[in-house]
């Protein structure tokens, strides 16, 4: 069995930083950390940020030049930092990992942004 935990949220005024991370724990051999999405009230879950297994990197419009995703295999840890952020990045976010054909998912990290 597989676990990914989300960590880092919080409340953070406009203009400011957070950043996430995403720990992967139990049968992790191999797993693949792959992308951020985020889930606005009232809104379905969209995309924020995407990296392959060999390191490249895709980001929603909305975002990019603000977050950057990453990860540190050696600690089965996806990050994401997020930057310059803005009241409508307000969202829960999520990570997503792939092993052996199976998609796991965390449960997700309250992001608010005041403004």
């Known amino acids: 069995q597989v676990q990914l935990v989300e960590s880092g949220g919080g409340l953070v005024q406009a203009g400011g930083s957070l950043r996430l991370s995403c720990a992967a724990s139990?049968?992790?051999?191999?797993?693949?950390?792959m992308g951020w999405y985020r889930q606005a009230p009232g809104k379905q879950r969209e995309l924020v940020a995407f990296?392959?297994?060999?390191?490249?990197?895709n980001y929603a419009d909305s975002v990019k030049g603000r977050f950057t995703i990453s990860r540190d295999n050696t600690k089965n840890t996806l990050y994401l930092q997020m930057n310059s952020l803005k009241p409508e990045d307000t969202g829960v976010y999520y990570c997503n990992g792939n092993l052996n054909a199976m998609t796991y998912w965390g449960k997700g990290t309250l992001v608010t942004v005041s403004s």
């Open positions: 139990g049968r992790t051999r191999s797993i693949n950390l």
């Open positions: 990296i392959s297994t060999v390191g490249m990197t």
